[in-house]
């Protein structure tokens, strides 16, 4: 039988074997493709490879004729800066990334996997927005659910904001927020009216 310390030091392998690829990236080592922000600043060493495994959507742009091309040219993902782009090549290179990077980049991190296919990113992205949901970040986390077509994260943070109308609805976040997205504003008050009505119904 397997003993804990043995389950413990197969594991501590498996992480020592997979750290490889971060350490490749990190390096560069025999990189061949260069990935470029899309706010003027450097481009980024990456591995065709490695990308083309990790989602659908860089395979096609790889395999495509504009990209079977010599390592030193570049393919730009127009939608991240630097800090954003590096934060989506270390959580491609190792499935994770630290609290600080995800906390402040989530909602673009969230909207570049959804673009490139990325579930797993998606997934880790949707857990750390449902374990932080709160009133200062819920109409952040409502825009970017809409613009992925996240239903089911969408209508946690519209639950939310019914039961938090006041603070929500009255806040200087929102001042900006409802004339950018009139149509999640006429949402939320629907959703509202529909809460009380049913209250009234059910007498609470």
Known sequence: MTSMKEIEEDLNKKISFLSGLIVAFRDQIHTDIQL????????????????AARSEI???MLDSDGCKAPPSDAI?????????????LEFLYSGNLGWDKLEKHVYSLFLAADKYEITYLQDFCERYMLSSLNASNVLEILETSDVCSNKA?????????????????????YEIFAPKNPHLGLQITRAFLMDAKTKRINGV
């Open 76 to 88: 730009t993902l127009p939608e991240l800066n630097t800090e954003e782009l590096e934060s989506l």
């Open 58 to 60: 860089f395979r096609n």
């Open 36 to 51: 470029k922000p899309g706010n003027d600043g450097p481009s980024i060493p990456a591995h065709r490879a490695l990308l």
């Open 153 to 173: 994260l969408k209508e946690i943070a519209l639950n939310f904001i019914v039961r938090n109308m006041e603070d929500i609805v009255f806040s200087p976040k």
